[in-house]
């Protein structure tokens, strides 16, 4: 260890002073642009036939950026830039000798196939954000906001905007008009803004850019050229108002007897988003009675470790601008760092009600499936003097559930309080942009919490600070930020998080936590601190540690997987910068990390190598290799002693063929697998995605995840013969399923998309045994198994006889279960106007719980075909004023 820690030093020095060395300037590239004047607008029709395009020089001379980076690209391409007080206008001239392999591919806002031309201007001038806007040749816009130095892209931003393209002998042009109110800038007499243009030549698969920007350079929008020219142009605030109504119908199999249950539904609602101009750079969003209904439902899955499972967010109002918002508590390069834990997680708000009321027999409940948004207001935005802010209040509403016996008697029960949620984010640039400091605060806090939701949280704060610091051009970077959380409650609901499985102060062999049923509160910390290279030649590098102490909390409006975790992470990567005869490009990665719990055991070592190639056709392929030496688990046997977990190694490997092509095929498998066969997993995932017209796509990708354990938790009962069993068994675990997906595009305004996915997971256990020395090297030392005659079943219950003297020790439920679902969104689209749409939605889903006996597919089609599906049709239109 210690001749290691000398070579991974002299290799950081080396790192440092190459870096110091070869650190190229590049010349930034100026447009000057030219106010209108006394000649008309130019008409968007994709033409470039007006005169006053003759103000103006061509700005053009690009630069291969990829694959050859800093060569001539294949076809050369011009642009003219004009303003006046309302308006940015860009002509482009796309070259291209064979305009009939121009490939125009059809989809909806922000799809990004085929050929396209795109334009980034950071009009803040902080060299850190800007604002994207793509035209394909086909027509079709996309637009991003970019933030951290082009780390972000964020499509959710849906600015209003205008463009059109045409083809001709020459290649393709292209006309587009940007409002100034969808930009932000300062008040400034003369301007200067940041500038980039990058190109796409879909069949060469090449991208070239109007100001260089070399491969092995740091950062994106620090790189930009200059746009020069801008005179007495004035901030346009920003007012937009957009109503929507929806109309819904809710059909599903009804209940003998259940007076919720009748088979149908139906409503009418309405609502409003306004966004509104406060300074040109901080804008108001509000929304009233937000709808979600028209966004894809989560994929199935299912997790047998009982930790909570990370979904994406994907609602609009939550999306747009989250980067500001974000709190990652330990994000690396190198992963496996619970990089999904964040300060802030918007699916808590507007969740399922966590309450369900006590019932008899014979009493049938109606329990709301989510939990509505009174309202919301969001303030952010950055100002040119470096400051971003973000600022998030909403108040979801009480909801109760309605309780009906056989007689009719009705009683009402609440389910999920009026609760309040506020997030405040502060962010500061200095030093020439290089560098940052910043802050968060958020508070849940619910209202006059009834005895039946006792186990909530009566208030949850969590905090932080954060910094990064770049220097060199930006090649090395330190960074990093400490977390804090505080929880407030009743006894009952301190002790539950206390016990919970993010937690688990109940460990029997724990002595640096326990749980104290007198507490009312829980205070804690976690951080990050973290060093690295990412430019400026082939090497890369990042190393750093991570900690959450056992009492961090941040699950009421963050997402956090585990606490008392301390971990170490290094990565080191090569990549090559120019292509070769085989390769485009090539990338080799070595990393390695430990974990400690806060009393010091070490409970985790993984290395890990792998390689990534992106071949000369275009094809792509990775492979990886993990080895882990030591691990143990403090949570596997739920509040349990700690559990040693054999040594064991992984791979995982992916192909995907060249994506111009039509059809395009992808695969990826991975399996993991213990040295004494305690475990071994194996999943594949292969599937095809066929693009017959450029209107149309089909793609289908199946999978099978095998999952076999002979130490599957089961449950823990505290007193068997004067002593605790930690109940486990063997588990023989199938899932299967497939994501299918069909997108039209009839035009780039109106499209029609489906999704749809069958899942099955199957799990069978066998082998019951029970842990008695959970620290045992030997696997088969750390646990008892019972035999037939100790274990016996009956009306799906096992009896479990320890010592054979014909009287039951303790007994347990059939744990093997059949868990099968299909759902599916299928959705019409229609941009009627800039801003205003009106969506189709059919959503569809079947839920049931099948024969563990039965083989897979039989299972899926029995539990699928036939059954009366719960369906939900939508109706919403929106329209957008702008004020």
């Known amino acids: 260890m210690k001749h290691s820690g000398l070579f991974f030093l002299a290799l950081l020095l080396s790192l440092f002073v190459q870096a110091q060395d070869s650190t190229e300037v590049i010349e930034k590239k100026k447009y000057y642009t030219k106010a209108l004047g006394v000649y008309a607008a130019p008409t968007i029709n994709g033409i470039l036939e007006d005169k006053v395009w003759e103000q103006v020089e061509w700005g053009g001379d690009y630069i291969e950026w990829q694959p050859d980076e800093n060569t001539p690209p294949t076809h050369q391409t011009q642009f003219k830039i004009l303003y006046d007080s309302k308006n940015l206008y860009i002509g482009v001239r796309c070259f291209d000798p064979e305009p009939d392999k121009i490939v125009k591919r059809l989809s909806r806002r922000d799809g990004f196939d085929g050929d396209w031309i795109e334009f980034n201007i950071d009009s803040y001038f902080d060299k850190r954000t800007a604002f994207s806007f793509t035209i394909t040749a086909a027509g079709v816009k996309g637009d991003e906001f970019v933030s951290n130095n082009g780390n972000n892209w964020d499509p959710s931003w849906n600015p209003i905007w205008y463009a059109k393209t045409n083809i001709d002998d020459e290649g393709w042009t292209a006309e587009i008009r940007i409002p100034l109110s969808q930009l932000k800038f300062s008040t400034d007499e003369e301007q200067v803004w940041g500038f980039q243009s990058t190109r796409r030549i879909f069949r060469a698969e090449e991208r070239s850019v109007w100001q260089r920007k070399p491969v092995d350079q740091p950062g994106w929008v620090s790189e930009f050229g200059e746009l020069h020219g801008l005179k007495n142009i004035q901030p346009q605030k920003q007012l937009e108002i957009q109503p929507y109504t929806v109309a819904k119908v809710e059909t599903y199999e009804a209940e003998d007897g259940n007076p919720f249950q009748d088979g149908s539904d139906n409503s009418i609602t309405g609502g409003l988003d306004a966004k509104i101009g406060i300074t040109n750079d901080l804008t108001l969003d509000l929304t009233v009675n937000p709808d979600f209904g028209q966004v894809d439902a989560d994929p199935s899955a299912i997790a047998l470790d009982g930790f909570q499972i990370f979904f994406q967010e994907r609602r ?58 009174i309202g919301a207001a969001k303030f952010s935005g950055k100002t040119k003097n470096g400051w971003a802010i973000g600022v998030l209040e909403s108040v979801t509403s009480q909801r109760q559930a309605t309780i009906v016996n056989g007689s009719g008697d009705r009683r009402k029960e609440i389910v999920e309080p009026l609760t309040n949620y506020f997030v405040g984010r502060l962010q500061k640039d200095f030093n020439q942009r290089n560098s940052y400091i910043g802050g968060i605060i958020t508070a849940t806090n619910r209202e006059n919490l009834p005895d039946e939701l006792n186990f909530l949280h009566e208030a949850a704060y969590t905090g932080g600070l954060d910094f990064k610091h770049q220097w060199n051009n930006r090649d090395w970077y330190v960074g990093g930020n400490i977390t804090f959380s505080h929880i407030q409650g009743s006894e009952e609901a301190i002790t539950n998080t206390q016990q919970s499985i993010t937690h688990l102060f109940n460990r029997v062999d724990a002595d640096h936590v326990a749980v104290d049923t007198t507490r009312t509160s829980l205070t804690g910390t976690g951080g990050n601190v973290q060093i690295g290279k990412i430019g400026n030649g082939h090497w890369r590098f990042e190393s750093g540690a991570t900690w959450r102490s056992p009492e961090l909390d941040l699950n009421d409006i963050g997402f956090q997987r585990q606490a008392d975790d301390i971990r170490h992470y290094t990565w080191i990567g090569y990549q090559t910068l120019k292509p070769d005869s085989t390769f485009r490009r090539v990338g080799i990665n070595y990393n390695h990390w430990s974990a400690w719990d806060f009393a010091g055991n070490h409970n985790y070592m993984q290395f890990n190598t792998n390689s990534w190639q992106n071949w000369k056709g275009n094809w792509f392929t990775n492979a990886g290799f993990n080895f882990a030496p030591i691990q143990y688990s403090n949570f596997d046997l739920r509040g349990g002693p700690r559990l040693r977990i054999s040594p064991w190694m992984s791979f995982w490997n992916s192909i995907n063929t060249d994506n111009r092509k039509k059809i395009r095929f992808s695969a990826f498998h991975n399996g993991r697998k213990a040295f004494d066969n305690s475990f071994k997993t194996y999943y594949v995932e292969a599937g095809f995605v066929y693009q017959p017209l450029n209107a149309l796509r089909i793609s289908a990708f199946p999978s099978l995840n095998i999952n076999h354990d002979k130490l599957q938790f089961i449950n823990n009962f505290d007193d068997v013969g004067g002593s605790p069993r930690y109940l486990n068994g063997e588990i023989d675990q199938r899932t299967l399923s497939m994501s299918f997906r069909l997108n039209y595009t009839i035009n780039p305004n109106l499209t029609i998309q489906y999704w749809g996915q069958p899942f099955i997971s199957r799990g069978r256990y066998s082998n019951f045994k029970h ?41 347990f439920g059939d744990p093997d279960f059949s868990f099968v679902q299909f759902r599916s969104n299928l959705v019409i689209r229609w941009e009627y106007i800039p801003g205003s749409e009106i969506f189709l939605v059919w959503s569809q889903d079947v839920t049931q719980s099948g024969n563990p006996a039965d083989g897979l597919l039989p299972s899926l089609g029995d539990n699928i075909f036939g059954q009366k599906p719960h369906n939900i049709f939508l109706l919403k239109a929106t329209y957008r004023f702008v004020l």
């Open 316 to 373: 609009p109002f939550f999306v747009e601008n989250k980067n500001i918002f974000d709190f990652s508590v330990s994000q690396s390069e190198a992963g496996n760092t619970f990089g999904s834990d964040n300060i802030f997680y918007s699916r808590r708000i507007g969740r399922s009600p966590q309450g369900y009321p006590d019932t008899s027999d014979g009493e049938f409940v109606d329990q709301p499936d989510n939990t509505p948004i």
């Open 771 to 811: 842990v008695i020395d959970p620290l045992a090297k030997r696997f088969e030392d750390r646990i008892v198994q019972y035999t037939n005659n100790q274990v016996s079943f009956m009306d799906g219950t096992y009896s479990v006889d320890e010592n054979l003297d014909g009287l039951e020790d303790f007994n």
